[in-house]
């Protein structure tokens, strides 16, 4: 009876999940920043800084993942996939492999820039459906958050229509079941905050960041292994549906 007892509790214990048993450690949720320069964001670590910063304080345990690896020396976590100067076509050639390397749970995709002042702008839209198609396919458990690209100083109205473009289909993507979050980062840096007229500073960086932090908050299991159900649809900066 005693060799019984002792049995069952060591089985109830075990069954425990990480959230139950008092100092435990859940695994790190796995995200991938996904794009080109702005992504990466040269030394200072764009917005991944701030972005970490804010999950690991809000007692996130999180683990940015790619093989690319940049930002100051004290950043606790460098990784990502920010690959200056590329195109979403770019992007679409090499994300499979990724994908395949790292299995990310999450991916925040802000990508489309290059493209504005290449050949074929108005095709970028189109370009991007094609990548998010290939993500999606792949990585169907993933939850893929899709930025509008902030402004470019010198392309405005090209930026503008790409941003309306991509809109309606990100949303139409996730009212078809993809987990997909269409993330409206424009309106989140001033043109003021990009010196180049591109690439933001640290204070546009610094939005960046918050208005990826809200959307992870607004979407369930995102960010955080103990949340057990998850959400598609829209997620506007800075109108989190989920406490932190």
Known sequence: MVLLTTL???????SLSTEDRPGAQ?????IMPLGDSITQGDSNGGYRLDLGTKLRAAG??????????????TMPDRDHEGHPGWTIAQIDTNVANWLRTYAPRTILLHIGTNDMYGSD????PRRLSTLIDRITAQSP???LFVATIIPIRFADQTVR???AAITPMVRAKAAAGKRVHLVDMYPSVPIADLPDGIHPNSAGYS????????ALRSVPGSAS?????HAAGSVQPGRPRLPG
């Open 161 to 163: 229509n790409f941003n």
């Open 26 to 30: 859940a695994d790190p949720v796995r």
């Open 60 to 73: 996130r345990t999180i683990d940015f993942v790619g093989s690319m690896s940049t930002g100051p020396a």
């Open 121 to 124: 702008p108005a095709g970028a």
């Open 141 to 143: 458990n993933a939850d």
């Open 8 to 14: 069952s509790v060591h089985t109830a214990a075990a």
């Open 207 to 214: 939005k960046m960041a918050t208005t990826w932090y809200n």
């Open 225 to 229: 292994s103990s949340d057990a159900s």
